[in-house]
């Protein structure tokens, strides 16, 4: 996947909105007013943070451990940042887009 594939898949995803609250340098996705996926714009290589669930975040990092890391500048236990350099591919990317989605979806669900 590249930033515009990642980016049309996000936006497909329904009910997302994109802004940069934090500068032009990070494009944030929010579902119900809750972020679940930063894109950095200023790294030499294509990485994003997405919301995981504490448990999973963990198996994700064991298993991944080169290229699913702690969510950089989040919250270590609900947060991994993904680096696409073709280790992960195009359906396990968007499997994890989509669990995040999900679980702000769902939460921010419950919560109204």
């Excluded at 049309?8 to 007013?33: I, M």
Aim: net charge neutral.
């Amino acid at each position: 996947m590249n930033i515009e594939q990642v980016r049309e898949f996000v936006l497909s995803l329904g009910d997302v909105e994109e802004s940069c609250p934090f500068g032009p340098s990070v494009v944030v996705y929010k579902t119900n007013n809750k972020i679940f996926l930063l894109l950095p714009l200023d790294t030499e290589d294509l990485r994003f943070n997405v919301k995981c669930d504490p448990e999973q975040a963990i198996r994700q990092r064991l298993e991944y451990p080169d290229c699913i890391l702690p969510g950089y500048h989040m919250n270590k236990k609900h947060w991994n940042t993904l680096i696409v350099d073709g280790r992960l591919s195009g359906s396990q990317l968007k499997q994890f887009i989509t669990d995040s989605y999900d679980l702000v979806k769902i939460k921010s669900k419950r919560k109204g």
